[in-house]
């Protein structure tokens, strides 16, 4: 898969000063811990190389960190192993992957990932079925598609590259696109705060799985 070797080439600069847990990772990191609790079992959603995940189990009973890169995912290994924690599991697996079980998670982080999967309805649908009745679902995610100037001017070579194959490619939410698509994936927003990184815009969001068990429908525009 092409975007899974363009990962595993990635995974070694990953956790340099400057990639890994910058300002904002630390900012999300802290509200993050605000909806964890002892008793929490969580699924880190295209973890990388595990820093976050490795950050909040402390504050919870289990974190399984996923991605699609094996490199990311052994050197997540490593670390966990290295701190000696214990209740941290990292494993190459999709979120389609059968092997997570509907309504199993209290809590799924989806940090900078939404914009990069193919088809973000049908993620987001799975992170509802995965989810117990209540449970919390945490993302950061850019917002590409905001119309101002600057983020026009430099998202023109974002999209090339995108076109090119040089980078995954990218869904350009705005703001109001990208509450609307978590909402209509059956989520009721409890939280929301800019991560903002001028000119670009990053959407930290927390929301809550109904109580009632309805099956996942995606709402379709006219």
């Known amino acids: 898969m092409k975007s899974e070797t363009m990962w595993n080439q990635l995974a070694k600069n990953w956790d340099k000063p400057g990639v890994s847990l910058g300002e904002n990772d630390l900012k ?4 993050t811990k605000k909806y964890l609790d002892g008793n929490a079992v969580v699924l880190d959603y295209g973890c990388a190389t595990g820093s976050i995940a490795l950050e909040i189990s402390s504050k919870v009973k289990e974190v399984r960190g996923i991605d699609i890169s ?4 052994e050197i997540a290994r490593t670390k966990a192993e290295e701190h ?15 092997s997570l079980r509907k309504e199993s998670f209290d809590v799924i982080l989806s940090l900078s ?3 990069l999967v193919e088809d973000s309805v049908q993620v987001m649908g799975r992170i509802n079925q995965l989810l117990k009745p209540g ?18 001017l430099m998202n023109i070579p ?16 705005s703001g109001s696109s990208l509450t609307a698509a978590i909402t209509n994936a059956g989520f009721q927003i409890i939280e929301q705060e800019d991560l903002s990184v001028r000119p670009l815009r990053e959407c930290f969001i927390v929301a809550m799985k109904a109580w009632k068990d309805d099956a996942f429908v995606p709402h379709h525009s006219a």
Request: proline content about 3%; hydrophobic content about 55%; overall charge positive.
């Open 28 to 31: 999300i990191i802290d509200w």
């Open 70 to 73: 094996s490199n990311m995912i």
């Open 84 to 98: 000696g924690i214990k209740n941290i599991a990292f494993t190459k697996a999709a979120i389609f992957d059968e």
């Open 113 to 115: 990932i939404l914009h």
């Open 135 to 152: 449970g919390i679902f945490i993302s950061a995610t850019p917002c590409l598609g905001e119309k101002t100037f600057l983020s026009v």
């Open 158 to 173: 974002i999209f090339v590259l995108s076109r090119l194959g040089l980078i995954p490619s990218i869904k350009f939410f």
